[in-house]
C-alpha cells in the first residue's frame, strides 16, 4: 500500500503548528492590551473619593514576560489596598473586575481560534 502525498500533509501540519502559535500570541497579547485598557477605565470611574492624583492610573502597565506570556500590572505601592480594601477602607476592585470580565473575552477568542 503506498500513501500520495503524506509528506505534503506533515509539511502543512508543520506550517499549522507555527501559524497556530503565533495567532495564540496575538491573541493573548491583544486581550492583555485591552484588560490594561478596562483596568485603567474602572480606574477612572471607580477613584472617585476626592483624593484621586492618577499615579495608579499612569503606572497601570502591560508587560511581555515571553512568548505567549502577557500580565497586566499595576506598578504603585498602595495598589493592592486600593484592591482590596483595608480595616478602614472597602476594596475598589479595578483589576479584578477587568480580569473577569476580559477571561470571557479571551476564552471565546481561544475557541473561536480552534473552531
Given at each position: ?72 500590572f499595576v506598578d504603585s505601592e498602595y495598589a493592592g489596598y486600593l484592591e482590596f ?31
Amino acid at each position: 500500500m503506498e500513501l500520495e502525498g503524506l509528506d505534503a500533509l506533515l509539511a502543512k501540519l508543520e506550517q499549522m503548528e507555527d501559524g497556530v502559535e503565533e495567532d495564540v500570541n496575538t491573541i493573548v497579547k491583544n486581550n492583555t492590551i485591552e484588560m490594561t485598557g478596562e483596568t485603567q477605565e474602572n480606574e477612572r470611574a471607580r477613584f472617585i473619593k476626592g483624593y484621586w492624583t492618577g499615579h495608579t492610573l499612569r503606572n497601570t502597565k502591560t508587560q511581555k514576560l515571553g512568548a505567549l506570556h502577557y500580565r497586566t500590572f499595576v506598578d504603585s505601592e498602595y495598589a493592592g489596598y486600593l484592591e482590596f480594601g483595608t480595616r478602614y477602607m472597602d476594596p475598589t476592585w479595578f483589576l479584578r473586575d477587568a480580569f473577569y470580565k476580559q477571561r470571557k473575552k479571551f476564552q471565546e477568542d481561544l475557541d473561536r481560534l480552534v473552531k
